[in-house]
């Protein structure tokens, strides 16, 4: 059973840039979750999509974007990057979005 | 909202001594409790979970977690750590009613000397 698989692996963009960010659920997982993994703040839950509609969101600026397809693949998108966005993103999903969350081996993200 | 403390952000062991470390988790309603095991270089991976039932919970390569409700703890040991165990660990909480996301401690930073 392939795990959760996330593209690219790492990415370096200069700030003001935008940039996207994919995520393929393992196969059934309907439900699929961002973190953002730093340094100084940890794992910080970014949002989660089920069947399509974001059900959650966590406390970050609206640059934060995310979208999820009728194949339960996701993206997430960054706009106007900013130094501080450099992190870890990594993508969760679970079967019907509680508990039993399996984890991508996530993008790093460097923005110069 | 709900937070998660993991009071020890770093310990360093030297192999076959025993492990426990602290999760305080903040929370009134019911709440799901994992540990994930992040190893040098490589994803978070489950170790163990608590949904209900018996507090005592064991998990992958010999851990277990006792889920305190009285004191909103659910704390990680080992009888005896590998060299191998070396990794930082996350304790983190959901709590359905709020949402389906997981709440993450700092993470304890693991070091087994051989």
């Known amino acids: 059973k392939a795990g959760v698989t996330q593209t690219p692996r790492y990415l370096i963009k200069t700030r003001g840039q935008q940039v996207t960010l994919s995520c393929s659920p393992i196969?059934?997982?309907?439900?699929v979750s961002w973190y953002q993994q730093t340094p100084g703040q940890g794992l910080q839950f970014l949002f989660e999509?089920?069947?399509?509609?974001?059900?959650n969101k966590g406390n970050f600026p609206g640059r934060f974007s995310g979208r999820q397809f009728s194949n339960s693949r996701s993206e997430m998108n960054v706009s106007t990057l900013e130094l501080g966005d450099s992190a870890l993103y990594l993508c969760?999903?679970?079967?019907?979005?509680?508990?039993?969350?399996?984890f991508g081996s996530g993008t790093r993200l460097t923005v110069v | 909202a709900q937070s998660v403390s993991q009071h020890n952000h770093h310990v360093i062991l030297s192999e076959a001594a025993s492990l426990e470390l602290g999760c305080n988790y903040s929370y009134g309603g019911t709440v799901n409790l994992f540990w994930y095991v992040q190893y040098p270089g490589q994803h978070l991976q489950l170790l163990l979970k608590?949904?209900?039932?018996?507090?005592l919970v064991k998990g992958i390569k010999g851990f277990e977690a006792e889920f305190i409700k009285s004191k909103f703890s659910f704390n990680l040991r080992k009888p005896s750590v590998q060299w191998s165990d070396t990794a930082e660990y996350f304790c983190?909480?959901?709590?359905?009613?709020?949402?389906?996301?997981?709440?993450f401690g700092g993470g304890t930073r693991l070091m087994v000397k051989p």
């Open positions: 196969s059934g997982h309907r439900s």
């Open positions: 608590y949904f209900s039932g018996d507090p």
């Open positions: 999509y089920f069947s399509e509609t974001q059900r």
């Open positions: 983190a909480v959901n709590a359905p009613q709020a949402g389906n996301m997981l709440t």
């Open positions: 969760a999903s679970s079967p019907e979005g509680v508990g039993g969350y399996t």
